[in-house]
Nanobody, 124 residues
């Protein structure tokens, strides 16, 4: 059974940092694109960041550029999202995603597996 399990969410003050982790099990994702999406209350799920299988290509949405960094460790079947300079508008449930492509995943349509989500709350 394939599972993506996120961890690292929590409550942090504005300007603080969090590091999200997504541990995959049930199969290896070393040749898959991985990504992070988020969904705030009353809003649609949106793309945050993505990384190709090799880590050679990374993309982030404009609102997190320079603050969030996505990375992966294929030996551990794990992907990370380092979030710095957090803002209240970053508050959302963050989801890990896996897509069967060697490039990147920036659209939910391409996602085959989702994690259960982890809550990130940034207080002002």
């Amino acid at each position: 059974q394939v599972q993506l399990v996120e961890s690292g969410g929590g409550l942090v003050q504005a300007g603080g940092s969090l590091r999200l982790s997504c541990a995959a099990s049930g199969r290896t994702f070393s040749s898959w694109a991985m990504g992070w999406f988020r969904q705030a209350p009353g809003k649609e799920r949106e793309f945050v960041a993505t990384i190709s299988w090799s880590g050679g290509s990374v993309y982030s949405t404009d609102s997190v550029l320079g603050r969030f960094t996505i990375s992966r460790d294929n030996a551990k079947n794990t992907v990370y999202l380092q979030m710095n300079s957090l803002k209240p508008e970053d508050t959302a449930v963050y989801y890990c995603a896996a897509a069967p492509t060697t490039t990147v995943v920036r659209d939910a349509i391409g996602v085959k597996y989702w994690g259960q989500g982890t809550q990130v709350t940034v207080s002002s």
